[in-house]
């Protein structure tokens, strides 16, 4: 293993990628705090969402004392909505009185910067890095798992990995390593389906422990269509704990016309005005009459001539399950589908909602076109899950639920992600149970379906596993 062969050619290579958003401000300036409270606010945080609100903070407060002089709540609303703001304010509401400890001064060395609120040993080497130019390994996940894919290093935590990287890694590479492997990590070497077709040292890394995308040559010229209306479906687990995930700066990047969410588990009355007003798009919620249960609502930025809630059904309307908008030139139904649940106790409840949908969405396509969306909870074929022998008495692949969706799509609608892709491991749902996301254990149960008649306007469909936050990752169709 020749690692100055790798770092140099993958160095010249992410040359030309998005630079990670900690070094972007080191560039700007080298004010020790600015590094160090941009990257507190950084974890678990899309860079775009992360610059913002440290450009909103630094106005109001570009140093220590104009951090001091603010309310732990003035922070919370100066950097939301990065990801778990609220903890996050309160460590910066608190920076002030720990740094007096240092007599007011960001430290340089690492056993004084992780007893700061909010900073661990990722966040101190990286201060100390950026901020100081000082030797420092700061080692993320991206950075624990290329060393690992390229055999440099064995070990089975990002600290193990910092302490091997610090014996053996040649001392001038200290400082780039992580901003140059983030870089690397996002763009080429990603965590779920690495891009290895195209990767510039494709033939010298080992590729140690990784499941490479699968490359289908396309059959037609579908990629260079444009135009469209972009809908997007997402099953968020629970709203409430998106918003403290970044949930609204995720909306203003991907910036669809349409967004169908599933599982929102809150009632409108349990909601900040931030996620009930989204700038630029108008919002609709039908709730499960049980708190903390099910739940679906839709953001638009086109206008609905008419809204539909649930399908007119007491047995399945007081759960949250379906809401319809109507547009001029069709219907979009949002749906979270019941789980059949385990020992398919619920199989039953579950067979008579499909069914009931079923005969709403036939009735709505007398009329115009009819595109169903959400989380239907099955995985249609063997291609649609990791692991189908062993998951045929379960709920979700169920020989009862496979049939149903067999009819569905024999009797009027059209699976639009497999009219794109008939590609295998390509999922929307893992488990959070033994890094299956990671490992790409995964289920596509997340479905895009338009009446046949209207499969011609369907311009692209698409899964997106590079997008966090939930269990399932969000799906998306261009429709004309």
Not at 23 to 47: E, M, W, Y
Not at 111 to 136: I, S
Not at 262 to 274: G, I, M, N
Not at 388 to 408: I, L
Request: glycine content about 6%; charged content about 25%; overall charge positive.
């Amino acid at each position: 293993m020749n690692i100055e062969i790798l770092i140099a050619a993958v160095k010249a290579e992410v040359k030309a990628y998005k630079v990670p958003v900690v070094d972007l401000i080191a560039v700007q300036t080298a004010d020790p705090f600015k590094v160090l409270t941009a990257t507190i606010l950084s974890a678990r945080t899309r860079d775009e969402t992360t610059a913002a609100a440290a450009n909103r903070l630094f106005a109001k407060a570009p140093d220590l004392k104009g951090l001091a002089a603010l309310s732990a709540n003035e922070i919370s609303k100066l950097i939301y909505p990065v990801g778990f703001y609220k903890a996050k304010a309160g460590y910066l509401h608190n920076l002030p009185a720990a740094l007096a400890k240092f007599g007011s001064q960001i430290p340089a060395e690492i056993d004084d910067l992780v007893k700061l609120p909010g900073v661990g040993r990722k966040t101190a080497n990286l201060v100390r890095a950026v901020a100081f130019g000082k030797p420092a390994i700061c080692v993320d996940t991206h950075v624990h798992r290329i060393m690992n894919i390229w055999g440099y290093v064995r070990t089975k935590t990002p600290l193990q990995t910092e302490m091997e990287l610090r014996a053996k890694l040649p001392p001038r590479y200290w400082l780039e390593i992580n901003s140059m492997l983030v870089a690397f990590g996002q763009g080429t070497c990603k965590p779920v389906a690495p891009h290895c077709d195209r990767c510039v040292i494709q033939n010298l890394c080992p590729r140690i422990g990784v499941t490479p995308r699968k490359v289908i040559k396309e059959a037609s010229p579908r990629t260079i269509k444009t135009g469209g209306r972009t809908i997007i479906s997402w099953n968020v687990n629970g709203i409430r704990a998106m918003e403290k995930k970044g949930f609204t700066g995720l909306v203003n990047d991907l910036r669809p016309d349409i967004l169908a969410i599933q599982e929102t588990k809150a009632q409108p009355s349990q909601l900040s005005e931030q996620l009930l007003n989204i700038p630029g798009y108008k919002s609709f919620w039908h709730s499960a009459e049980r708190k903390g249960y099910s739940g679906v609502a839709i953001y638009t930025r086109l206008e609905p001539e008419n809204i539909i809630y649930g399908l007119g059904n007491d047995e399945f309307d007081h759960e949250g399950r379906v809401l319809t908008l109507e547009y001029d030139d069709f219907f979009l139904i949002n749906s979270y589908f019941p789980n059949a649940q385990h020992e398919l106790k619920r199989l039953t409840y579950k067979l008579d909602f499909n069914a009931a949908l079923h005969k709403f969405a036939n009735n709505l396509a007398t009329r115009k076109t009819v595109m169903v969306c959400g989380d239907f909870n099955v995985a249609h074929r063997p291609i649609d899950l990791k692991n189908p022998k062993s998951n045929e008495m379960n709920p979700g692949y169920s020989a009862a639920e496979r049939a149903w969706m067999d009819n569905f799509l024999e009797n009027g609608f059209v699976d639009t992600f497999r009219k794109f892709h008939q590609e295998p491991e390509q999922y929307t749902w893992w488990s959070y149970r033994f890094h299956a996301r990671a490992r790409n254990i995964g289920w596509r149960i997340d479905y895009f379906c338009v009446n046949k008649d209207s499969e011609a306007k369907v311009i692209d469909a698409a899964i997106l596993p590079e997008i966090m936050g939930s269990d399932h990752c969000p799906i998306s169709v261009r429709l004309a």
